[in-house]
């Protein structure tokens, strides 16, 4: 009997089992609903975002989100050109907003997306082949996840400079050592069940069992982790502008209004509230979407 | 007679021949050997892909030392007398050497990194100690009542504030709570600059606000596991119905059974988490401005102190690699229901 390996979705525990369905009526529609909700509310939100940012700004012409005209500092929400306002210099705050989310989920949907195909292809090979490869190939995840993220974050703005590719670069450097050690865990589980034996006795070559058999069963696990990485690394990605080594300012980046809110915190806090309370929302949502997903492919384990 | 023969054999000296090959060969021992050999390997990896970063930066030490006017014959010479002018492998054996000697060398400014560690290394741990524990007491209070009653009202705001509390990042709710503890309510101060010399009451006042934003993650965190946790065994195991079937009260099976059982896998998250913790009190440090090694990390960085930030990362990779081990420890080795399966296959 195989000791179950806490791997990295064992780790941010999901909710419980859903209670079963009940047989009858309104409790029964009311369940369902529930569940549909349940996805589609955090889908719509997470959705909604990414539409803000990456296509509104083709439709509507927004006003600059780096250059602000000093006169109309610290404007008010809904103030005429400016909708939620200006920021103590004069920079509209929804298009600084827009163009932050925009860098946000480019470096994040970037990272995770690269993290996926080398971690995961590095992953399933070292769980699939196993032998001496995998054992050195786990050693090395475990020295790259024990790394200290600052520090290799800094040594790549210091070094290259500070710009959206290097802190996506750097960022790289964890994502690709977790999916590498959940893809392993997740190839290791059900390597030996009875479908994988029966593919590897028909005779079919490895990377091909590996394309068609193990790939299709562990996606579920990887979506939702995904999921759940692109929120932590969206935060990631905001506390690396805050600290100054991400996307330098002018250039609008949630990170980067946070710490100018921070500023004149105690005589307007409403700078830091904004971008700070958009940015929970959105990990929020990425985390109830990847947690009911997780609840309803799950199961299948 | 078989049985009187092998009772003769066992001699006095036989008998703890054979007692220690049976500890020498026990599962556990290997276990912890291997676990050992492999973490010490990953030190090592994270100290030497450490100076291999640091090296590639363009290292301007000996330049920021002396100032504008220092001429190339100047720079030249300090960067030969603090030995920046040696190949790689040489300067990295000689920090090597002299760290297995128990000396981290001296930083930019003169001082021993060993000192600048004993001075900074304490106050982090105690604020780490501090988040940790407050947030695994409350996690286990909260997961308890909800655990009691499934759907009941701990339940479901348990279930609220761990999600806010698992997509907050810890340097939003510090500045969260600094608006609202500090600036509106006057509570706690915003810097903590003295933290860790002084009385009790000065810990908690100024400690407070650091371990609270490190804490609320944790907690929401460690609810989440606990409750699914405890829900899972008081659904599934065979123990609990025997229990309540004694007469045991709801309670007591929840706290004196299940929630033993569980304990096993919240140290084991706290354990394997132990890195990223250090990381994210760095940044917390930085904001309440606390003298730990966090924002002793983040003040060499940027100042390229090499000796310092070597220290500091040896350091940091030896926590975590301490955490994971303890965390392989315990699920591998302590936890009896392994270790007798284990036996029993």
């Known amino acids: 009997?195989?000791?179950?390996?806490?791997?990295?979705?064992?780790?941010?525990?999901?909710?419980?089992?859903?209670?079963?369905?009940?047989?009858?009526?309104?409790?029964?529609?009311?369940?369902?609903?529930?569940r549909w909700l349940r996805l589609w509310v955090p889908a719509a939100v997470v959705i909604l975002v990414l539409a803000i940012c990456f296509l509104l700004p083709l439709v509507i012409t927004l006003p600059?989100?780096?250059?602000?005209?000093?006169?109309?500092?610290?404007?008010?929400?809904?103030?005429?050109?400016?909708?939620?306002?200006?920021?103590?210099?004069?920079?509209?705050?929804?298009?600084?907003?827009?163009?932050?989310?925009?860098?946000?989920?480019?470096?994040?949907?970037?990272?995770?997306?690269?993290?996926?195909?080398?971690?995961?292809l590095l992953g399933v090979a070292a769980g699939y082949f196993g032998g001496w490869a995998d054992a050195i190939l786990s050693r090395l995840l475990d020295i790259l996840i024990a790394f200290p993220a600052l520090v290799l974050a800094l040594a790549i703005a210091e070094g290259l400079g500070p710009n959206e590719f290097h802190e996506i670069l750097a960022l790289c450097v964890f994502s690709i050592p977790s999916f590498g050690r959940l893809t392993r865990g997740a190839t290791l589980v059900i390597r030996d069940h009875p479908y994988m034996v029966a593919a590897r006795l028909s005779g079919t070559r490895g990377w091909r069992v590996i394309a068609r058999h193990v790939l299709p069963n562990i996606m579920p696990g990887i979506v939702t982790f995904s999921l759940l990485g692109v929120g932590l690394l969206i935060i990631l990605d905001g506390a690396l502008d805050y600290l100054g080594w991400g996307i330098q300012p002018p250039t609008a980046s949630w990170g980067n209004m946070i710490y100018n809110g921070y500023q004149v915190m105690t005589a307007q806090p409403e700078y830091v509230l904004i971008p700070s309370i958009v940015l929970v929302i959105v990990v929020v949502a990425l985390n109830l979407l990847g947690d009911e997903l997780r609840v309803r492919w799950g199961g299948q384990q | 007679m078989a049985l009187a023969q092998q009772i003769q054999l066992q001699g006095s000296d036989a008998g703890a021949r054979e007692r220690a090959r049976r500890i020498a060969g026990s599962p556990a021992l290997i276990v912890v050997g291997r676990r050992l050999l492999s973490a010490i390997v990953v030190v090592w990896g994270v100290t030497f892909m450490t100076f291999v970063v640091l090296s590639a930066l363009p290292n301007d030490t000996a330049q920021v030392l002396l100032g504008l006017h220092a001429t190339p014959a100047d720079v030249a010479r300090l960067n030969h007398a603090l030995g920046l002018d040696e190949p790689f492998p040489v300067r990295y054996w000689h920090w090597l050497v002299s760290v297995l000697h128990g000396n981290l060398g001296t930083d930019l400014e003169g001082a021993s990194v060993n000192s600048q560690l004993a001075q900074h290394l304490p106050v982090t741990m105690e604020l780490l100690a501090y988040a940790l524990v407050g947030s695994v007491v409350l996690a286990l209070i909260v997961a308890v009542l909800a655990a009691r009653k499934p759907g009941g009202i701990a339940d479901r705001v348990s279930t609220a504030i761990s999600l806010l509390g698992l997509s907050a990042a810890p340097y939003v709710v510090a500045l969260l709570l600094i608006i609202v503890a500090s600036v509106e309510l006057n509570l706690f101060p915003v810097q903590s600059n003295s933290l860790g010399s002084g009385s009790?009451?000065?810990?908690?006042?100024?400690?407070?606000?650091?371990?609270?934003?490190?804490?609320?993650?944790?907690?929401?965190?460690f609810t989440r596991l606990l409750r699914a946790d405890l829900?899972?065994?008081?659904?599934?195991?065979?123990?609990?119905?025997?229990?309540?079937?004694?007469?045991?009260?709801?309670?007591?099976?929840?706290?004196?059974?299940?929630?033993?059982?569980?304990?096993?896998?919240?140290?084991?998250?706290?354990?394997?988490?132990?890195?990223?913790?250090?990381?994210?009190?760095?940044?917390?440090?930085?904001?309440?401005?606390?003298?730990?090694?966090?924002?002793?990390?983040?003040?060499?960085?940027?100042?390229?102190?090499?000796?310092?930030i070597e220290g500091i990362t040896l350091v940091f990779a030896v926590v975590t690699v301490l955490g994971n081990l303890l965390a392989d420890l315990m699920y591998a080795v302590l936890d009896p229901r392994i270790r007798h399966g284990r036996a029993q296959s």
Not at chain 1, 15 to 29: D, Q, S, V, Y
Not at chain 2, 290 to 304: F, R
């Open chain 2, 200 to 221: 009790v009451l000065s810990f908690v006042q100024q400690g407070t606000l650091p371990a609270a934003s490190l804490g609320f993650p944790l907690f929401a965190i």
């Open chain 2, 231 to 308: 829900l899972d065994q008081m659904q599934r195991e065979d123990y609990i119905v025997t229990a309540k079937a004694k007469g045991i009260s709801p309670w007591q099976v929840l706290v004196r059974h299940a929630l033993r059982n569980s304990l096993y896998n919240l140290i084991t998250v706290i354990g394997l988490n132990l890195g990223q913790l250090i990381g994210a009190l760095a940044i917390i440090e930085t904001i309440f401005s606390v003298p730990g090694i966090g924002s002793e990390l983040l003040t060499a960085l940027g100042n390229k102190d090499i000796p310092l």
């Open chain 1, 64 to 120: 600059s989100s780096t250059n602000g005209n000093i006169l109309q500092a610290g404007d008010p929400p809904f103030s005429p050109g400016h909708w939620l306002g200006t920021d103590a210099v004069g920079v509209d705050i929804f298009s600084q907003l827009v163009y932050g989310g925009r860098v946000a989920f480019e470096v994040s949907l970037a990272v995770t997306g690269i993290g996926l195909v080398a971690g995961g």
């Open chain 1, 1 to 34: 009997m195989a000791v179950p390996v806490p791997d990295a979705t064992t780790l941010t525990p999901g909710p419980p089992p859903l209670p079963p369905l009940l047989a009858g009526g309104r409790r029964l529609r009311a369940q369902r609903a529930g």
